[in-house]
Structures are given as structure tokens and as C-alpha cells.
């Protein structure tokens, strides 16, 4: 099989030069075909493409005449998109940079400041420090999100240097194929016009034998003159050179004529057999690996850019969160930045600056007024301080007396056995004053309470639950509080509520795609749990139950709810992965699932028939 011009029987063979590899192409070694192999028939080209290609998408693409040049402008398409998404991350990134430096600069000059002046002392500035910190965090989390913005541009950016590489190799490789494809046609072209020309010529010979004898009694009619010129013309029209009559001189110029008319046939004929093994090489074999190359630039680079703009929109959320975390931190025991500002005790720190002050400047004033004297002089006797009933700080501070029935870090089934009830009193305690006062409060649960208010009610409940009255004003004029007791009642169980030993089944059941099977599941492993789980599981599910029903004015969703309970309930089971993180962090999305589908499912799970949810 001949080659076109400039291309090597490797490159049409293998659809390669020596040395050189089809651009982001996987291809067995059974694709390729050798001299005398047949071409790649169609059980053949499903080898050649992955399982998860769009093989039809690629079959359109080989019946269409455009298919290469449509991929082409595709890609051209793709990568002004990313170039576009990476220009913006870059200078995104540029914004978050300079706001987190000028914020961090800001909260360490502030609190230098502060300390070179005469500012308030006692528990402002202990505050005011504290706040700058906090801001210093935050300003941190925006630097560190500013960063991954630079590295997801760049990373852009290096995506679309590789696609456009390898679309420039994928089309040269295109174009030299379809070169040689019509350099070949070419050159059946031409064989084919010598094979006219010699069987033209062999076809005007063979008449011009069969017209002898006439042409003969032609000429001896006419002068000599005249048959010169009449031969003269039939050997132009025949294109040959007689050499006489003589029969033998005609018979070798026929067989030369045969002879060249054979050749130019042979030609001719392994010319076109050549190009057809050309043609069905490059449409049944070389195009659709051209075609497939392409669409995988165009895939890589399109699913590259929605993966990193994907990832953008997780930063930013993380950000938020990140930000809110610091504002507000989860665990109970951390102080947030509106809980820092609330515990400045301005009285104290006045008491305290007013004693020092006294100290320090007391009877060093001369030209101050004489507060004692002898009477004659007219100085009265000293004012004795008023005493008012309930002032004194034995009654302020009246210890609380302690029943010897904690509650907080016990047991559950300890507590029920202690206690000898279905349900935990702390549990039935704050969820009828949360139904009371709380269900239509917007962002009940997911809006903590004051710290220092919620370890002053769990320090009372903890030494006498019955003495604590949460419909005083006190506890029902901030409901979060007493949301925020319960939360931290539950996280600080021994053993979660869904337990540790199930915790890997109630994941199990969580990740079933279909919800029919996750209710299904989930049911199972709650009808598992100890009875003392089960009996309080049942009566939180119906509390968050009737929360969910006045979403209209808390804006507690199902949703939302399976948020903040999901960690509560499961706990944070099990080490640290080898990322560092928690496990159970890593499981929040399945708490979340299984917590939601569980209060979804409430009634089919806990309440029987007859029985009013």
C-alpha cells in the first residue's frame, strides 16, 4: 500500500510517526492494524472508548462532514470560558488578599494602641483584647481562602495551556491524515487519466487496422500529393507514427500500445485500492480517535471549570461558616465575639478603678473641701450608709442546695433508673417551656444562647432540677437559653443518644440513595436502640416534630433541624482520619440525612395506630 507524499506507511498504518503518540488517546494494542489486517470493525471500536463516553455523541460526530472543525471551536469556546472563570478567581483572590491583610493589620495596631493609652482597664480591656483576636482570626480565614483562589486560577489557567496543546497535536495529526487521504486521491486521479489516455490511443488503432484496406483504395485514387496529406492526417488523428503498411511495423506498435494499456491499468487499479484502504483506515478507524481526542479536551476542560467553580461556591460557604464559627463558635464552652462584649462588667471594673484611684490619689489634694472636723466648727458627724432589705450578699448569692441528682454527664438509663420515668425530667422540663415560649421564634435551636446565662441554668438544673422554674422571666424572655441547656445536655451524654456501637449502622442505612429504603433502614436500627434511647428518642422526635409544624414563623425547616441535631445525636464517635479530622465530621452529612429522614418519617416510626401524634 503505497503511501500519499510526505506520509510514512507507520502513519497511516498506526495512525503515528516513529516516536510520536496520538494526543490523550488510550488505544490497546489490538487497535492497531497492520498490512493485510483488516480494518477495526465495530466490536473492535467499542474497546476504544471507555465505558462512561458518550459513544453516540461520538457515532453523530463521524457521520457529520463538520465533526472535526465543530470540536475545534468547541474547544475554542471552553477555554474562553476558563480563561474568563480563572481572570476572575485571580482577582477575587486579590480582593480577599487585601481585605484579610488590611483587617489583620488593623486588629494588631488597634490592640498595640490601646495598650499605649490610657484606656478603660478590668473586664473591657480583657474584652476589647479578646475582640481584636477575634478579628485577627477572621482576618486569617480570609487569607487562607484568598489562597486557594490563587491556586484554583492557576490551576485553571494550567488546564487550558494542556487543552490547547493537546487540541493543536490532536489537529495537525487531523490535518496530515486528511492530506494524505487527498494526496492519494490525487494520484488515482492521475493513474486513472493515463489508463484513458493509452486505451484512448489502443482504441484509435485498432480502428485504423480495421479501416486499412478502404483507406488503401482511397489513396490510389488520388495524386500522390494528396495521399501524403491524408496520412498525414490520420496519423495525427490516431496520435501514432506508421512506418509504412508494412503489417508487421503495426502489429509492434500494437502490442506496444497493449502493453503500455496494461501497465496503466495495473496502475491504475492498485492506485484506487490503495486509496480505499486510505479511506476506510482514516472513516472507520483514525477519525473516530481523532473525534474521541477532541470531545475528551472538550470534557476535561468543561468538567475542570465546573469542578473548580463547584469548589468556589463551597469556599464561599465555608467562608461564611468559617466566619460564623469564629463569631460564634459551637461548642458551648468557647466565647463568641457577642458573648466577649457581654460580659463587660462595667460596674466592677468602675468599683475596682474607683478603689485604686482613691488609693492612689486620696488626701493628696489640699485645695479639696474638709470633710471632718470637731462640731463647734460646724462639721456634722458622718452619714451612715442606708441598709436596704434583700442587699446583702448572703441573700444576692443564696446557695443552692444540692440533691445529690445530677443530671448533666450521667447515664440515660441511669438517670430513668434513678428517676424511675420513660423520659429524662430535664428533657420533658425544657421542651415544655420551649413549646411554650419558643416555637415561633425565629431560628429556634440554630440561634445560641448567652454563655454565661446557659452555664448558670445547667449548674441549677444540675443541683436541683425541681427547684428551677423555666416559666420565671428570667429563662422564658430569652427561650434560647434554655435550647441551648438541652442541646448541651445531650452532647454530653456518656454514650450518644443513637449510641456509639450503632453508630456504623445508622450511617449504613443513611447512605441508601433511595428514600423508600432509607426510611426503611433507618426504622430498623431505631427499634434497635435500648429502650432508654428509644423511650427519649420518641419524645424529642415529637417535640422537633411540632417545631417543624410552625415553620412558617421560626424558619426551622426539616432541613435545618436534622442540621443541628445531627452532631448532637450521633456525637463525634471514633479518632482521627488520616486528613486530621474527626470522624464524626466526616459523617455530618449522613447524621444530617438520617436525623432528617427519621423526623420526616415520625409518625410511620413512632406513633401506632390510634395512637395521636
Not at 488590611?102 to 473591657?124: C, D, F, I, N, P
Not at 430513668?416 to 428533657?427: A, E, G, L, S, Y
Not at 474527626?582 to 432528617?596: R, T
Request: charged share 25%.
Amino acid at each position: 500500500m503505497p503511501p500519499g507524499p510526505g506520509v510514512t506507511q507507520s502513519e497511516l498504518g498506526h495512525g503515528l510517526a516513529p516516536g510520536e503518540a496520538l494526543p490523550r488517546v488510550s488505544v490497546d494494542s489490538e487497535g492497531v492494524r497492520s498490512e493485510g489486517e483488516t480494518v477495526a470493525s465495530a466490536t473492535d471500536m467499542a474497546t476504544l472508548v471507555e465505558p462512561s463516553f458518550d459513544e453516540n455523541i461520538l457515532l453523530t460526530l463521524c457521520a457529520t462532514d463538520c465533526g472535526t472543525q465543530l470540536l475545534l471551536d468547541r474547544i475554542k469556546q471552553s477555554t474562553v470560558s476558563c480563561r474568563e472563570a480563572a481572570s476572575f478567581l485571580k482577582r477575587r483572590a486579590a480582593l480577599e488578599d487585601e481585605y484579610g491583610k488590611g483587617l489583620q493589620k488593623l486588629a494588631r495596631t488597634t490592640s498595640v494602641e490601646y495598650a499605649q493609652h490610657e484606656g478603660k482597664a478590668g473586664s473591657y480591656v480583657t474584652a476589647w483584647q479578646a475582640s481584636m483576636r477575634t478579628h485577627e482570626a477572621m482576618a486569617e480565614s480570609r487569607l487562607k481562602f484568598a489562597m486557594r483562589l490563587n491556586e484554583m486560577s492557576e490551576e485553571l489557567n494550567t488546564l487550558v495551556k494542556e487543552v490547547d496543546k493537546n487540541r493543536k497535536a490532536t489537529k495537525d495529526l487531523a490535518n496530515r491524515y486528511e492530506r494524505a487521504l487527498q494526496d492519494s486521491e490525487s494520484t488515482t486521479e492521475k493513474a486513472k487519466t493515463r489508463f484513458d489516455i493509452s486505451a484512448e490511443e489502443l482504441e484509435r488503432l485498432l480502428l485504423q487496422k480495421a479501416d486499412e484496406p478502404l483507406k488503401d483504395n482511397l489513396m490510389q485514387s488520388r495524386s500522390p500529393v494528396n495521399g501524403k496529406r491524408v496520412i498525414g492526417k490520420a496519423v495525427a488523428k490516431g496520435g501514432m507514427l506508421l512506418k509504412g503498411r508494412n503489417p508487421q511495423n503495426i502489429q509492434r506498435q500494437e502490442d506496444d500500445i497493449r502493453a503500455r494499456v496494461s501497465q496503466a491499468s495495473d496502475a491504475y487499479r492498485k492506485s484506487m485500492q490503495d486509496t480505499q484502504a486510505i479511506r476506510q483506515e482514516y472513516f472507520n478507524f483514525q477519525l473516530p480517535r481523532i473525534l474521541r481526542a477532541l470531545k475528551e479536551c472538550v470534557d476535561e476542560i468543561d468538567l475542570g471549570t465546573q469542578y473548580h467553580l463547584s469548589r468556589y461556591a463551597f469556599l464561599c460557604e465555608s467562608i461564611v461558616h468559617s466566619e460564623a464559627t469564629i463569631l460564634q463558635p459551637q461548642d458551648d464552652n468557647a466565647v463568641g465575639l457577642k458573648a466577649t462584649m457581654e460580659s463587660i462588667d462595667n460596674r466592677t471594673d468602675f468599683k475596682t478603678w474607683m478603689q485604686a484611684y482613691v488609693y492612689a490619689h486620696g488626701g493628696s489634694n489640699p485645695r479639696a473641701p474638709r470633710r471632718n472636723g470637731p462640731a463647734e466648727e460646724g462639721f456634722l458627724p458622718p452619714i451612715s450608709q442606708p441598709h436596704y432589705p434583700g442587699s446583702s450578699p448572703s441573700l444576692a448569692h443564696a446557695h443552692l442546695s444540692d440533691k445529690g441528682r445530677p443530671t448533666f454527664g450521667v447515664s440515660l438509663a441511669d438517670q430513668m433508673t434513678r428517676d424511675d420515668v420513660d423520659v429524662p425530667p430535664i428533657v420533658s422540663k425544657c421542651c415544655d417551656a420551649i413549646e411554650k415560649y419558643g416555637l415561633d421564634q425565629q431560628g429556634i435551636y440554630r440561634i445560641g444562647g448567652t454563655h454565661s446565662k446557659v452555664m448558670k441554668l445547667k449548674e441549677r438544673l444540675d443541683r436541683d432540677l425541681d427547684s428551677v422554674n423555666l416559666d420565671a422571666e428570667e429563662w422564658s424572655s430569652d427561650i434560647s437559653n434554655v435550647t441551648s441547656v438541652l442541646k448541651l445536655w445531650l452532647r454530653e451524654l456518656p454514650d450518644p443518644l443513637f449510641t456509639t456501637s450503632q453508630h456504623a449502622d445508622f450511617m449504613d442505612a443513611a447512605r441508601y440513595e433511595n428514600e423508600r429504603a432509607r426510611h426503611i433502614k433507618l426504622h430498623e436500627r431505631v427499634n434497635a436502640l435500648p429502650d432508654p434511647n428509644y423511650s427519649t428518642l420518641k419524645y424529642l422526635m415529637s417535640h422537633l416534630h411540632k417545631v417543624v409544624q410552625h415553620e412558617a414563623q421560626n424558619q426551622m425547616s426539616v432541613q435545618n433541624v436534622a442540621i443541628v441535631f445531627g452532631p448532637t445525636l450521633f456525637g463525634q464517635p471514633g479518632g482521627l482520619t488520616t486528613n486530621g479530622a474527626l470522624n464524626g465530621m466526616a459523617d455530618a452529612p449522613l447524621q444530617n440525612k438520617a436525623v432528617e429522614t427519621i423526623l420526616e418519617h415520625y409518625t410511620d416510626i413512632f406513633v401506632d395506630d390510634g395512637e395521636e401524634a
